[in-house]
């Protein structure tokens, strides 16, 4: 069983910087590859980042790529994502989340959060 905790959401101009965190709880932490989703108002959710048990493998949804930088710290049970460059439309709720293998697919994924907003103002 793995808790997730999302904090570091808020209100920022566009063309700003954020930085989401994802606490989890349990010691088999380190054996989970970790997503990051996201998800507007009247929207699908969708895949933004994931990054592997090591963090030696990461992938990025086309949108985010370049901006949005996924990282994690097995030492402290946390995964990152850091966000630049903010556009409107990043606008959502985030949500971190664990699998035992690397995947984009929200289906795939075990254990979520609660979710983070973030609003990014014009």
Known sequence: ??????????LVQ?????????????????????????QAPGKEREFVATINWSGGYTSYAVSVK????ISRDN???TVYLQMNSLKPEDTAVYYCAAHRVISSWSQDYDYWGQ?????VSS
């Not at 930085?19 to 010691?27: N, T, V």
């Not at 370049?66 to 930088?69: D, K, L, M, N, V």
């Open 75 to 77: 030492a402290k049970n």
């Open 14 to 38: 566009a063309g700003g910087s954020l930085k989401l965190s994802c606490a989890a709880s349990g010691r088999t932490f380190s054996s989970y590859a970790m997503g990051w989703f996201r």
């Open 115 to 119: 979710g983070t907003q973030v609003t």
């Open 66 to 69: 370049g901006r949005f930088t």
């Open 1 to 10: 069983q793995v808790q997730l905790v999302e904090s570091g959401g808020g």
